[in-house]
Every structure is written in C-alpha cells, then in structure tokens.
C-alpha cells in the first residue's frame, strides 16, 4: 500500500506533504498580496468609489511598490503551518478513504478527505 508520495512512505510521506503544502501557501500569499492589499483598500473607502486602477496609482504613489505588500509578514506566519497541516491532513484522508471507494467513486474520497483536511 502506497503514500500517495512516489518513493516514500510512512511519516516521511506526511513531512514531504507538509513542506509540499507549507511551500505552496507561502507561494499563494507572496502572488497574491498585492491583490488583496487593494482589496482591502477598496472596501476600507466604499464611498470614494475609485476604480482598482485608480486605488493601485495611489498606493504605488503614496507607498511605493513595497507598499502593495504591507502586512504580508502576518500572512505568512499564517499561510505556511495552515497550508502545511492542510495539505498533510488531506493526503492522509485521501489515502486511508481511496480503497474504500470503486475506480469511478474515487471522488467521494477526494472530496470527504478536503472535508476532513478543513476540519484538521
């Protein structure tokens, strides 16, 4: 019986998950921070009603390129241990679930083991 992992098993199986999904959050926070930066700054001014073009001028104006990542220190103390467990929780659900289900009901598994994995 496999991990899931090819060419490892066992505990060494949830490690290389872990780092797999701590490595994939970091990589999500560090692409897409800037998006929420502006985001935030949107809604934060409801009222101003600027376009996202007009908010990004202002904060590369006010800030400077740097600025579009304030806070992203917070998010990746964050986004790292809850991607890694996440993404460690699921492929062990997923392994333990798979050979309960037939060849065509393979996504009950999937989709029951990205429920537990949500719940860890």
Not at 12 to 36: Q, Y
Not at 70 to 93: D, Q, V
């Amino acid at each position: 019986r496999g991990s899931g992992t090819p060419g490892v098993s066992g505990r060494a199986a949830v490690s290389v998950n872990a780092v797999a999904g701590a490595v994939a959050g970091t990589l999500v926070s560090l692409v897409l921070h800037p998006v929420d930066t502006v985001k935030v700054a949107i809604q934060a001014d409801r009222r101003a009603r600027r376009s996202v073009g007009a908010v990004v001028a202002t904060m590369l104006k006010q800030r400077g390129p740097f600025g579009l990542y304030s806070g992203l220190s917070a998010s990746l103390a964050s986004a790292a241990p809850i991607s890694a467990l996440y993404t460690a929780s699921y492929e062990a659900a997923k392994l333990k679930l798979a050979p309960l289900f037939s060849e065509d009901r393979q996504w009950v598994a999937h989709c029951a083991a990205g429920a537990a994995a949500s719940v860890a």
